[in-house]
């Protein structure tokens, strides 16, 4: 018969506790359950993470960093009508972790715009497991997840913002989030057509549209579609 001693469950238990400190605690925000669901899968597979929460939109995000308070948010920035862009900077006072956008979208412009509020890596949702565990745990480790390129690109915008005195026009259109500002420019391109159409056009309903150009409205500090489109036509380039 195999004897266990006190002794040797005691260094037993204290080596699954070692395991599970050491495991890195992460929050997955993403408005598709079963996506998330699979990420976890995935994750907690590699025995290097534990999924400790999934987020479906910003409130949930973040409740669930001041609960948990995570050593890494894994975020799809799409969050049904929601932009989890802005999102980030708002997590990062709310946690002492990072942040690792995880995306279907192609917009090298959007990608930097991540970087730039605050995530410490982009990867597109096309790349292999293997690269999204190796980039979240350099991530983890307190490395950047960039290529070069998308380096120079941040480098350059941080020096082009500093570099020049913005109007107030200017400031104003800076202060859209890049849903926003996709919905301002489609409204200011096709003034002709109604709301209904336009929300087709973006693949929102209308209601999440009339949402956006409230904001919108607010922003720019004007109080319908003319003079929106008399602003935007002036200063939108």
């Not at 995306?103 to 999204?132: C, F, M, W, Y």
Request: hydrophobic residues 40%; contains cysteine; proline residues 2%.
């Amino acid at each position: 018969m195999l004897m266990v001693t006190n002794t040797q469950a005691i260094a037993s238990e204290k080596v699954v506790k070692s395991v599970q400190v050491n495991t890195i605690k992460v929050l997955l925000v993403d408005s598709h359950r079963l996506v998330a669901s699979g990420l976890k899968l995935l994750l907690e597979k590699s025995k290097k993470f534990t999924v400790c929460d999934i987020a479906t939109n910003a409130k949930e995000a973040l409740q669930a960093v001041s609960t948990h308070n995570p050593d890494l948010v894994l975020l799809e920035p799409d969050l049904e009508g929601e932009d989890g862009f802005d999102l980030i900077p708002t997590l990062l006072k709310n946690f002492s972790g990072k942040v690792l956008v995880l995306t279907s979208l192609n917009s090298l412009d959007a990608h930097d715009q991540a970087i730039v509020r605050g995530a410490r890596g982009v990867l597109k949702k096309s790349e292999t497991p293997e690269i999204l565990l190796k980039a979240a745990e350099k991530i983890y480790e307190g490395e950047l997840w960039v290529n070069r390129e998308a380096t120079s690109r941040i480098l350059l915008q941080i020096a082009q913002n500093s570099a020049k005195e913005m109007s107030p026009e200017e400031i104003k259109l800076k202060s859209l989030t890049a849903k926003e500002s996709k919905v301002a420019r489609i409204l200011h391109a096709n003034s002709e057509l109604t709301l209904k159409s336009i929300s087709g056009l973006l693949h929102i309903s209308e209601h999440t549209l009339r949402n956006h150009l409230s904001s919108v409205y607010q922003k720019l500090n004007v109080k319908n579609r003319l003079e929106f489109y008399v602003f935007a036509s002036k200063y939108l380039k």
